[in-house]
Nanobody
Framework: VQLQASGGGLVQAGGSLRLSCVAS????????MGWFRQAPGKEREFVAA????????EYADSVKGRFTISRDNAKNTVYLQMNSLKLEDTAVYYC???????????????WGLGTLVTVSS
């Protein structure tokens, strides 16, 4: 599966952004999807994940209550709604997919190119 993320940009602290990731192919509903991010000088880290049906989600502690992951299998798209953005949310955000049945926070097989989110003060 090929993944294409979009929606990044420059936003002030406290603001919101919604990232989208469109997957190619007709088997999107068979993939657990996740979002990861990599800040300058830091390792890539898990942000959020959602299972195939969209009924189970996992979040990193740092984004719980502020970020929401969702998916629309009819549109082959996974979203990341980011609210109350903080300076430390600045990073390149990547979407990822895996054929795992359960929600997973690592070990994804498929990765898209990232989209840059910059949070300013």
């Amino acid at each position: 599966v090929q993944l294409q993320a979009s929606g990044g940009g420059l936003v002030q602290a406290g603001g919101s952004l919604r990232l989208s990731c469109v997957a190619s192919g007709r088997t999107f509903s068979r993939y657990t999807m996740g979002w990861f991010r990599q800040a300058p000088g830091k390792e890539r880290e898990f942000v959020a994940a959602i299972n195939r049906s969209g009924y189970r989600m996992e979040y990193a502690d740092s984004v719980k209550g502020r970020f929401t992951i969702s998916r629309d299998n009819a549109k082959n798209t996974v979203y990341l709604q980011m609210n109350s953005l903080k300076l430390e949310d600045t990073a390149v955000y990547y979407c990822a997919g895996d054929s795992a049945i359960a929600v997973i926070t690592a070990g994804y097989d498929y990765w898209g190119l990232g989209t840059l989110v910059t949070v300013s003060s």
